[in-house]
Nanobody, 129 residues
Framework: QVQLVESGGGLVQAGGSLRLSCAASGRTFSRYNMGWFRQAPGKDREFVAAIRWSGSDTRYSESVKGRFTISRDNDRNTVYLQMASLKPEDTAIYYC??????????????????????WGQGTQVTVSS
């Protein structure tokens, strides 16, 4: 497993941008698929975005598609979530996750929470209206 530490959260006005970072320990980071999830108060944790170990495939939830971009730098053992056009409903704790397996549906990358076995502590993102 890898240890994950998120950073970059904060308070931002609606329409603004933030970039979250997730630093991973260990020398096998490049073998892991990486994901971002979030949990708002009183709600279940939900999938936000994921990227395959090679960086070749990405997937987003419908609620963030076109506004968020996930990327990774395997040389720096870091995955990023660039968030733009933020909305108050994006307010949540954002968690980084790593997993060695990937769910595919009809050959297409379709990550689910159970694919991810290592989780960070989370970073708070608050979007004010």
């Amino acid at each position: 497993q890898v240890q994950l530490v998120e950073s970059g959260g904060g308070l931002v006005q609606a329409g603004g941008s933030l970039r979250l970072s997730c630093a991973a320990s260990g020398r096998t980071f490049s073998r892991y698929n990486m994901g971002w999830f979030r949990q708002a108060p009183g709600k279940d944790r939900e999938f936000v975005a994921a990227i395959r170990w090679s960086g070749s495939d990405t997937r987003y939830s419908e609620s963030v598609k076109g506004r968020f971009t996930i990327s990774r730098d395997n040389d720096r053992n870091t995955v990023y979530l660039q968030m733009a056009s933020l909305k108050p409903e994006d307010t949540a704790i954002y968690y980084c996750a790593a997993g060695a397996s990937a769910t595919l549906r009809n050959g297409i990358f379709y990550p689910v929470a159970t694919d991810f076995t290592s989780w960070g502590q989370g970073t708070q993102v608050t979007v004010s209206s």
